[in-house]
C-alpha cells in the first residue's frame, strides 16, 4: 500500500468545513478592507527564494523543497508567498496604474522541516501584501484586520506582538553593537547561533535555546537603538493601533525568520498550541520589490498557518456553524421510478438542495437505514404508487412526520421546509 509523504497531510471531512468556514471569513473581512485575492503558482525558480527571504535563514539553509527540472534549472516548492506575490508585482508591472495594491492569498506552502504538532512539510498559509504605502496607518490597518478576522472566528487567547526591526541606515549600527554585547559570550551560544554569528547575530535575539536565551535577556534592546525615522514610525503604530482598539505587547526580542523584513514585524501567538504558538506572523518589507529588481516600493504583509488556526478552533471545542446545507435523500422504489427520478433529482440538485441517493435497487428498508447513517434531515419516497398520482413523500426524519406532496411542486416544498431548519452547527469536538 501506498502511504502519503511524511509531514504531507489529508485534510478530510467534516474538518474540510471548518477550512471553508474559515477561508470565507478570511476573503469576506479581506475583501471589506479592499484586498483582492491573487494566485501564483507553487512552484517558482529557486533565485526567487533565496535572493528575498535571504541566504543564511533557516528556510533557505535547510527548508527548501529544491529540484532541478528536466533542463537542469533550480526550481522550488514556495515555502511562503510574499516573494511570489512580489514577483508578480513587478512582472506584470501592477505598479504601473497605482502604486498602491493589495491582495491576498491562499494555499499550500512547503518545507522540509521536523513534522510534529502543529509544523507539517506541507501547510497551508492564509496572506496578504499591501504595496506602495510606507504609512504606519497601513501597518495598523492591515493588523485590525488581521485581528478582526481572528474575532470573527471566535478565537480566544490570542496576543499580538510587535517590535521594531530598524532599517537598513540603522540596524547595522544596532547588529554593531549587538554583536560586541556577545563577543565575549560567543563559545556559550548555541553551534546555530555561533555560525551565523558574524553573519546574522540577531537571530541569537530569538534562539529557542535556553543558553541562548539567558545570554540574550540583558542584550541591548533593539528599541532603543532605532533612528529617530523607525522611532516615528513605531510610534505611529502603536498610536493607531490603539486607535482601532488592537491589543498588542511589545517583544523587543522578537526578529523573525525571513531577511527582508524592516520597521514593523509581529507575531500573534495563542494558547494552546504546545510550543508551535505562532498562528500568524508578518511585517514591513520596504526594499523586497526593489532588491528583485522592481520600482522602490514598500510593502507590508502576514501570513497565517491554516493547520494551527484550524487547531485551535477544534481545540476550543467551540461550536461553529457551517454553511454545509442539510442533507435530503431519495429513496427510489422500483424500476419505472428509477428512471423518473433522474429527471427529478437532477431539478432538485440544480435548485440548490443537497440530495443523495442509493444507485442500487435495494429494499426500503436499506435505503432508509443507509439515509439515517448519511444523517439526512429529510427522505424523499418515490415508488410506483407516488408515480402514478403524480406525487412523492416527504418524510421528517427527526420527527417522522410524512406529507405527500405533487411532483412539480417538490423543489418548493423542500425549499420551505429547509428554510425552517436554518444553518446546521457541527461540533467541534467530535472531529
Ligand atoms: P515558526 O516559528 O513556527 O517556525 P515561522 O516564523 O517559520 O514560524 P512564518 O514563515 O512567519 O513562520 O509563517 C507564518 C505562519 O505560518 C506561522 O506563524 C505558522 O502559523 C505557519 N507555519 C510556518 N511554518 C509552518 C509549518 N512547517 N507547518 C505549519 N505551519 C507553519
Ligand atoms: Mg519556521
Not at 177 to 200: A, V
Not at 229 to 251: I, M, P, R, W
Not at 391 to 404: L, P, R
Request: hydrophobic share 35%; proline share 4%.
Amino acid at each position: 500500500m501506498i502511504n502519503s509523504i511524511r509531514g504531507f497531510n489529508d485534510i478530510l471531512p467534516p474538518e474540510t468545513s471548518i477550512w471553508q468556514h474559515i477561508e470565507k471569513e478570511a476573503r469576506e473581512i479581506f475583501e471589506a478592507y479592499g484586498f483582492s485575492e491573487i494566485r501564483v503558482p507553487i512552484v517558482e525558480k529557486t533565485g526567487l527564494f533565496s535572493r528575498s527571504i535571504g541566504e543564511t535563514t533557516d528556510i533557505v539553509e535547510k527548508e527548501m523543497y529544491t529540484f532541478e527540472d528536466r533542463h537542469g534549472e533550480a526550481i522550488t516548492l514556495r515555502p511562503e508567498g510574499t516573494a511570489p506575490v512580489v514577483r508578480a508585482y513587478i512582472e506584470h508591472k501592477i505598479y504601473g496604474n497605482d502604486p498602491v495594491a493589495k491582495f491576498y492569498y491562499l494555499g499550500p506552502m512547503f518545507r522540509y522541516e521536523r513534522p510534529q504538532k502543529g509544523r507539517f512539510r506541507q501547510f497551508h498559509q492564509i496572506g496578504a501584501e499591501v504595496f506602495g504605502i510606507d504609512d504606519p496607518k497601513a501597518d495598523a490597518e492591515t493588523l485590525e484586520m488581521l485581528v478582526c478576522l481572528f474575532q470573527k472566528l471566535g478565537l480566544e487567547g490570542i496576543t499580538l506582538q510587535i517590535n521594531s526591526l530598524g532599517c537598513k541606515e540603522c540596524r547595522p549600527l544596532y547588529k554593531e553593537k549587538l554583536l560586541s554585547f556577545l563577543q565575549d559570550k560567543k563559545s556559550q551560544l548555541c553551534h546555530d547561533c555561533q555560525r551565523r554569528f558574524e553573519i546574522n547575530p540577531l537571530r541569537t535575539l530569538d534562539c529557542k535555546s535556553p543558553g541562548c536565551i539567558e545570554i540574550t535577556a540583558h542584550a541591548p534592546s533593539i528599541l532603543d537603538a532605532v533612528c529617530d525615522g523607525c522611532k516615528t514610525h513605531f510610534e505611529k503604530v502603536k498610536e493607531y493601533l490603539a486607535l482601532s482598539q488592537v491589543d498588542f505587547s511589545l517583544n523587543q526580542k522578537m526578529v523573525r525568520g525571513l531577511d527582508y523584513y524592516i520597521r514593523t514585524t509581529f507575531e500573534i501567538t495563542a494558547l494552546g498550541l504546545g510550543s508551535q504558538n505562532a498562528v500568524a506572523a508578518g511585517g514591513r518589507y520596504d526594499g523586497l520589490v526593489k532588491s528583485l529588481d522592481g520600482p522602490d516600493t514598500p510593502g507590508f504583509g502576514f501570513a497565517i498557518g491554516m493547520e494551527r488556526l484550524v487547531m485551535l478552533a477544534k481545540d476550543r471545542g467551540q461550536q461553529l456553524a457551517v454553511s454545509n446545507q442539510p442533507l435530503v435523500f431519495i429513496a427510489i422504489l422500483g424500476d419505472k421510478a428509477e428512471k423518473e427520478a433522474v429527471g427529478l433529482i437532477k431539478r432538485i440538485r440544480t435548485s440548490g438542495i443537497r440530495l443523495e441517493r442509493d444507485y442500487s435497487s435495494k429494499s426500503i428498508k436499506s435505503q432508509m437505514k443507509r439515509a439515517d447513517k448519511l444523517g439526512a434531515r429529510y427522505v424523499l419516497i418515490l415508488g410506483d404508487d407516488e408515480l402514478s398520482s403524480c406525487s412523492i413523500i416527504i418524510k421528517n426524519m427527526q420527527s417522522g412526520e410524512q406529507e405527500k406532496v405533487a411532483l412539480d411542486r417538490v423543489e418548493d416544498r423542500m425549499k420551505e421546509l429547509l428554510r425552517k431548519s436554518a444553518s446546521i452547527k457541527i461540533n467541534l469536538d467530535i472531529l
